[in-house]
């Protein structure tokens, strides 16, 4: 009988304890995160195709180019309107294909893919992802090495969304420690900041999310000794980001029918959406140059 093969690809699992971690190798993303039988991450079936970016690397830009076009170096590029409806190329270019693992062990994988160039980014870069699982919860680490022969722009983040537990996550408290939020216009592209001090946006302090609708992007972030911003889904889980990312998208999915409300996506961005245009964290990565960051999930369940 023919076996099927899972619209994920390669599924490596990973296990410290009662913690229980899925990467996989289409887009070399988490399609799940459990704590014992309780879901630290809204994510996927295994015979299901990721829908909402549950989980995916977004390389080399996260979130949106506007029209798909910009310059660099002198140069213009179109690159592929994947989102159709709003006539912007979203969220990379590696989401949806084969990563290598590379290395692989009970409590941690390394995957691989070399994005080789396309007519809208000519550029080659060696991506690195590993992925850790230890008592305290899961590190993800991601490398970019430029291995072509001129610089490129660069960016990454990723799209876990913090589960709410099965129910709706209105009750449950939030904390996201920024001082600025990006305002945006209809086609999710940037037009200005805001101090969220007096506004809805103001997550400093926990409180309860309750009707509020984020689809937004926060910087000036807050930080402990260690350069680790921290953003708190109560009673759930915190997602932690170094000093490479400076801004954090937070999601509430309303529009999108597969996670609305139920989860809280929290996204690391090393660079602000729009910033192949803006060039607002863009990253130019000279030829042999690697750019690394660290982000991590702490469950509050174990």
């Known amino acids: 009988m023919h076996e099927a093969i899972s619209p994920s690809g390669e599924q490596i699992e990973l296990a410290v304890g009662d913690q229980h971690v899925v990467v996989v190798g289409l887009g070399g993303g988490l399609r799940r995160y459990d704590v014992g039988d309780e879901a630290v991450l809204d994510g996927y079936s295994v015979v299901a195709m990721c829908g909402a970016g549950r989980g995916q690397l977004l390389a080399p830009w996260p979130n949106r180019v506007q029209d798909g076009r910009y310059e660099f170096d002198g140069e213009r590029y179109q690159l592929a309107l994947d989102e159709p409806e709003r006539q912007n190329a979203i969220h990379g270019l590696v989401r949806w294909s084969t990563w290598s693992a590379v290395e692989q062990g009970p409590d941690r994988a390394v995957l691989a893919h070399r994005l080789h160039p396309t007519p809208g980014y000519p550029f080659t870069l060696d991506l690195r992802v590993e992925y850790s699982l230890a008592e305290h919860g899961l590190a993800v680490r991601f490398d970019a090495t430029n291995v072509g022969e001129k610089p ?113 996506a929290v996204e690391p961005m090393t660079c602000a959406p729009n910033a192949f245009r803006s060039s607002d964290g863009l990253i130019r990565l000279e030829p042999g140059e690697t750019h690394s960051g660290s982000w991590g999930i702490t469950p509050a369940l174990t």
Not at 237 to 257: H, I, K, N
């Open 152 to 264: 490129c722009p660069y960016g990454f983040g990723a799209h876990p969304y913090l589960s709410g537990g099965g129910g709706l996550v209105d009750g449950l408290e939030l904390r996201v420690p920024a001082e600025t939020a990006l305002v945006s216009d209809e086609r999710s592209i940037p037009i200005g900041r805001q101090p969220v001090e007096g506004s809805e946006l103001d997550f400093r302090s926990s409180r309860p999310l309750g009707s509020v609708r984020l689809d937004h992007c926060f910087t000036d972030l807050a930080r402990n000794d260690d350069g680790r911003a921290s953003v708190e889904l109560g009673g759930r889980a915190t997602l932690w980001v170094d000093e490479s990312y400076p801004y954090v998208m937070v999601f509430t999915g309303d529009a999108l029918p597969d996670v609305a409300r139920r989860s809280v």
